[in-house]
């Protein structure tokens, strides 16, 4: 009798066990979907209001006629007639921190993969041999523009951060984008920029 009670035990707690493993995996699969439907949401919220914030931070500023100097043969250009007439994307590089620069190499990468080296100026107020180290591992960079800090009248320019901005015809910045720690926010800005700009 002691037996059959023991067995009938074991047997109840092996379903009760069952249970309870069936639950919570059950649960882990409902709180994975609640979450990956959370990072969906923040993402596009997130994007709304990069949006908002990068055009209210470009709004009215214009880019004064100025002389940057060619990193491959020292020539100096004016930044108009790098413009031309066109939209441009103007790709800031910094070299403040490595992380930044790795990020800064993938932004690149996509930026003139997506937009087209035609389109993009880029410009650094690096010093030069940070310079020439990004341009050697990224083999898309034909030229980066050197310039002052600040120059280009541009606020956030001041700062040693990259950033990544929209130069229309009227040398007018807009669409004004500093990549924080995420890829997925660089594509959904190139995205961004390449269907409403180009």
Request: with cysteine; net charge negative.
């Given at each position: 009798?002691i037996?059959?009670?023991?067995?009938?035990?074991?047997i109840?707690?092996?379903?009760?066990?069952i249970?309870?493993?069936?639950?919570?995996?059950s649960?882990?699969?409902?709180?994975?979907?609640?979450?990956?439907?959370?990072?969906?949401l923040?993402?596009?919220?997130?994007?709304?209001?990069?949006?908002?914030?990068?055009?209210?931070?470009?709004?009215?500023i214009f880019?004064?006629?100025?002389?940057?100097?060619?990193?491959?043969?020292?020539?100096?250009?004016?930044?108009?007639?790098?413009?031309?007439g066109?939209?441009?994307?103007?790709?800031?590089?910094?070299s403040g921190?490595m992380?930044?620069?790795?990020?800064?190499?993938?932004m690149?990468?996509?930026?003139?993969n997506?937009?087209?080296?035609?389109n993009?100026?880029?410009?650094?107020s690096?010093?030069?041999?940070?310079?020439?180290?990004?341009?050697h591992?990224?083999?898309?960079?034909k030229?980066?523009?050197?310039?002052?800090?600040?120059?280009?009248?541009?606020?956030?320019?001041?700062?040693?951060?990259?950033?990544i901005?929209?130069?229309?015809?009227?040398?007018?910045?807009?669409?004004?984008?500093?990549?924080?720690?995420?890829y997925?926010?660089?594509?959904?800005?190139?995205?961004?920029?390449?269907?409403?700009?180009?």
């Amino acid at each position: 009798m002691i037996k059959i009670q023991s067995i009938i035990l074991n047997i109840l707690f092996l379903f009760i066990t069952i249970y309870f493993i069936y639950t919570i995996n059950s649960t882990k699969k409902d709180l994975n979907n609640l979450n990956i439907e959370m990072e969906s949401l923040v993402y596009k919220i997130s994007d709304i209001i990069e949006k908002s914030i990068s055009e209210s931070k470009s709004v009215g500023i214009f880019i004064d006629n100025i002389s940057l100097t060619s990193i491959q043969n020292r020539s100096n250009k004016n930044f108009n007639d790098l413009i031309n007439g066109d939209r441009k994307i103007l790709l800031r590089y910094s070299s403040g921190c490595m992380v930044c620069t790795n990020e800064d190499i993938l932004m690149s990468n996509l930026v003139l993969n997506e937009l087209g080296s035609e389109n993009v100026i880029i410009i650094s107020s690096s010093p030069e041999e940070s310079i020439h180290s990004f341009m050697h591992r990224n083999s898309y960079i034909k030229d980066i523009f050197m310039v002052d800090k600040g120059a280009l009248n541009i606020p956030i320019d001041e700062m040693d951060l990259g950033y990544i901005a929209v130069i229309n015809e009227n040398y007018e910045v807009k669409s004004l984008f500093t990549p924080k720690d995420s890829y997925r926010e660089i594509v959904r800005y190139v995205t961004h920029v390449k269907q409403t700009y180009f």
